[in-house]
């Protein structure tokens, strides 16, 4: 079950560099934001998933 759910996350971490840096590149400092909240909130569900998966064995 969990692993479906850090796949995601760790792709929703990708996904959030690719903008920040791009949004960085172009001077587009709004897309760079988005992409830093995108980033973080994957790391925030990876941690969670962590977690559980420490509990549960």
């Not at 690719?18 to 897309?31: F, I, M, P, Q």
């Not at 988005?34 to 990876?46: C, L, Q």
Request: hydrophobic share 35%; glycine share 16%; proline share 0%.
């Amino acid at each position: 079950m969990g692993i479906g759910k850090k796949a995601k996350s760790i792709g929703q971490m990708a996904e959030g560099k690719a903008k920040e840096t791009v949004g960085k590149a172009v001077g587009n400092a709004s897309l760079a934001r988005k992409g830093k909240a995108e980033m973080v909130k994957g790391r925030v569900n990876y941690a969670m998933e962590r977690g559980k998966d420490k509990f549960r064995h």
